[in-house]
């Protein structure tokens, strides 16, 4: 069977995976048993894809970034240099805890800032943008802005990237695709 992705010499793939076409796998990076990764992905180098974990289509990550079992990334979501997933909420190296590997969701199209780290069991909405060095303690709303540590929400964000102001009837738009937003109940949808 021809191979339909790209991985550099250094890479190394173990048996079992499951990797897209025009998927671009970079150097020192190891991508770990029973993975898929989607169509189109970019993983930098030095990324550990840990087993069982399962990334969308389009999915970029950068450089030293760990992905650890029990993640799952959807399509068009973006992984910053250096951020970091953890799957055990109280690790010791001395207590085998790999039963206990908890979940986390990252929804559609989100963004994830350089050196931020994603407490497992809390999930990321779609849209949702993590700033950099950002702490993730709870589960993160759709459109979501959240910067420091612990994470705190300031904002939110349109699926461009851009920072939604809301007027007094809860109707903002995005100043580059100009499509436009909801926010009602303390939750936003796009409307158009």
């Known amino acids: 069977m021809e191979k339909t992705y790209f991985a550099h010499p250094s890479a190394i793939i173990d048996e079992g ?5 025009g998927t671009k796998i970079w150097h020192f990076s190891h991508i770990m048993p029973d993975c898929t990764l989607g169509e189109n992905c970019n993983i930098g180098q030095n990324v550990v894809v840990s087993p069982g974990v399962v990334l969308g289509k389009n999915v970029k990550v950068q450089n030293n ?3 650890y079992t029990g993640v799952i990334c959807d399509d068009d979501v973006f992984l910053g240099p250096s951020m970091v997933f953890t799957n055990v909420i109280n690790p010791r190296s001395a207590v085998n805890r790999k039963s206990e590997y ?3 969701h990252v929804g ?3 963004s994830i800032g350089a050196n931020a780290t994603i407490v497992c069991g809390h999930d ?4 949702a943008f993590i700033g950099a ?4 303690t709870k589960t993160i709303p759709a459109f979501a802005l959240v910067v420091g540590n612990p994470s705190r929400q300031i904002g939110w964000m349109s699926e461009y990237g851009h920072r939604l102001e809301f ?3 809860g109707n903002a738009s995005c100043q580059e695709s100009s499509q436009t937003y909801k926010l009602e109940n303390n939750a936003v949808k796009r409307i158009s």
């Open 102 to 104: 908890a979940k986390t």
């Open 167 to 169: 007027d007094s009837n």
């Open 133 to 136: 060095g950002a702490v993730v």
């Open 108 to 110: 559609k199209g989100a």
């Open 17 to 21: 995976c499951r990797i897209g076409k």
């Open 124 to 127: 990321i909405g779609e849209y």
């Open 65 to 67: 970034v760990s992905i």
